[in-house]
């Protein structure tokens, strides 16, 4: 739990403040654009691919859809992810993270190809992680058990902790209550290194808020955005739930979860 000095606090000493969040509606570039210079200590995101669903389509449909509901083609709007508008972004991230910190931008393997060497031109990276999923997925040829995470630090700064493997054996969520949610515990090891309680997380593309969930439960304040309005009601319905001491309605908590696999290690 973070700790702030308040003058009005208990004989004027620090009081212990609950880690705040804010979740936008709003597009990626926007927010981001609303955000101080140096004014986050870690990005997470997750951003939307289009790359590997345009290059990859399964009958008239495209992988992103939803094939039950009439009418509905998508699960959700897509980022336009050229090389421009990630360039973008990427400035826009760098921009906003202080020095000496770290940044996580998840990708798949062709979004990795093709867009991750602009994440080498505008940070140090550090490494790639495999997100093992445990069970597979989708997939034309080798059916896709793993996405990556590429780790990357603003300036210099070393992991807090020497004991994580590159390689993150999490089981993807099924049923998910959001078509494209994440295990809270995927977020939370990134976190694990790179966090100091206090400080501010950002990931402008929050999704249901699963990294909102690894921030607070780091006892970080969260900011994020999503574009969708769905996703944002999820994010905001989940963040309010844990501040009540109702922990998290999609998933159980994943406080103990930053320690290593021990299968990995
Ligand atoms: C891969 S999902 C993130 C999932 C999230 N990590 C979770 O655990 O729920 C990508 C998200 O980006 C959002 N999105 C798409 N285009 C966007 C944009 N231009 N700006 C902000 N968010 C966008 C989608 O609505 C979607 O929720």
Same mark, same amino acid.
């Given at each position: 739990? =973070?700790?702030? =000095?308040?003058?009005?606090? =208990? ?8 880690? $705040? ?40 449909? %495209?992988?992103?859809? %939803? ?26 991230? @760098? ?15 062709? $979004?990795?190809? $093709?867009?991750? =060497? ?16 445990? @069970? ?15 780790? *990357? ?20 969520? @099924? ?52 574009? $969708? *309005? ?13 501040? *009540? ?8 908590? *994943? ?11």
């Amino acid at each position: 739990m =973070a700790v702030v =000095a308040r003058p009005g606090g =208990a004989r004027g000493g620090a009081v212990p403040q609950p880690p $705040s969040w804010r979740i936008e509606r709003a597009d990626c570039l926007d927010f981001l654009g609303s955000l101080d210079d140096h004014s986050v200590d870690c990005i997470v995101t997750d951003p939307a691919y289009s790359g590997m669903n345009q290059h990859m389509q399964f009958g008239h449909g %495209r992988i992103v859809g %939803r094939y039950g509901d009439p009418g509905n083609t998508r699960w959700f709007q897509e980022f336009h992810d050229d090389p421009e508008t990630f360039a973008h972004l990427l400035d826009e991230c @760098h921009r906003v993270l202080r020095p000496d910190r770290h940044i996580y931008v998840m990708f798949d393997s062709y $979004s990795l190809l $093709s867009l991750g =060497a602009l994440m080498r031109e505008r940070f140090q990276v550090k490494g790639v992680i495999v997100w093992d999923k445990v @069970h597979i997925g989708m997939g034309h040829y080798f059916r896709r058990r793993h996405e990556l995470v590429v780790f *990357a630090c603003k300036g210099r700064r070393r992991l807090a902790r020497r004991d994580l493997s590159d390689v993150w054996r999490i089981r993807r969520i @099924h049923r998910s209550a959001y078509p494209t949610q994440k295990p809270v515990e995927l977020f939370s090891r990134m976190l694990a290194g790179s966090v100091e309680p206090g400080m501010r997380v950002c990931d402008p593309f929050c999704g249901s808020g699963s990294s909102a969930l690894a921030a607070l439960e780091a006892g970080c304040s969260f900011v994020g955005a999503d574009i $969708s *309005a769905a996703a944002v009601d999820l994010a905001r319905r989940r963040c309010t739930a844990w501040e *009540a001491g109702d922990g998290d309605p999609l998933e159980r908590p *994943a406080a103990a979860s930053a320690a290593p696999d021990p299968e990995l290690v």
